[in-house]
């Protein structure tokens, strides 16, 4: 598809959700190629929606004319790394997909297969708060201090129900009639968690890992990486 085509959300069809329209021709497109996107409203929204469909891999801007917004999106291709803040969002998404999984097989009574996926979601969550905790926490201790200090004590009740869900799923499956309420709470909690950390301290860590020249997005995306212990 060539650079200069414009999909204008003006001519969505009726009933369509306009991310829905966007995202039948954008789900087309390969990496590399880019898009533009007339909306006659402000596409923050629509983005946020697209980026979650598309992994966070799209590079986008927007103008506009006082009339509507010409938004320029880019899929990034294979050569190009994804930003740090977009590495956390994927990572984000992915333990929320862990999560909802959990919860179904313990809802659908496979038990076995729910602790395994509980104790993957474990380990991934543990490695992502230990580097936010060790990593870019102290990035932005001065630029973000208080929602750094908010983080963190949210990072600490998270821990705390991990432990308890991991105690959970030791114990005998008679008596684990418990873990979809822990599961529930666990993923209430972090939705909230993730949303405050995505809008209040993204820009904070971007800035600070734009100045080390990618090794800390090196260092990021070796731990996410890491096989888990
Ligand atoms: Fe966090
Ligand atoms: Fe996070």
């Known amino acids: 598809m060539s650079c200069c085509y414009v999909l204008d959300l003006r001519l969505t069809p009726q009933g369509v959700p306009a991310s829905t329209y966007a995202y039948s021709v954008l789900r087309e497109m390969g990496p590399g190629e880019s898009l533009r996107i007339w909306s006659p409203e402000d596409p923050t929204l629509l983005m946020a929606q697209l980026q979650n469909h598309m992994r966070h891999t799209l590079v986008w801007h ?37 999560l909802v999984r959990s919860l179904s097989l ?34 932005a201790a001065r630029d973000a201090e208080e929602p750094t200090t908010l983080m963190r004590r949210e990072h600490d009740d998270i821990l ?42 993204f820009d904070a860590w971007e800035r600070a890992a734009s100045v080390g020249h990618g090794t800390l997005l090196n260092e990021v995306r070796r731990r996410l990486s890491s096989p888990a212990p």
């Open 62 to 98: 927007a103008a506009t004319d006082g009339q509507g917004y010409l938004v320029t999106l880019h899929i990034r291709g294979p050569g190009e790394a994804l930003a740090l803040t977009d590495t956390l969002r994927r990572d984000h998404d992915d333990m929320d997909a862990r």
């Open 106 to 139: 313990v809802n659908g009574g496979y038990w076995r297969e729910a602790v395994s996926e509980v104790t993957a979601f474990d380990h991934a969550l543990r490695a992502h708060i230990l580097i936010e905790n060790d990593l870019l926490a102290p990035l």
């Open 160 to 201: 705390i129900q991990l432990d308890a869900i991991q105690e959970v799923c030791a114990a005998p499956e008679e008596s684990c009639k418990d873990l979809d309420t822990w599961l529930g709470l666990l993923a209430a909690s972090l939705n909230k968690h993730e949303f405050r950390e995505e809008t209040l301290l």
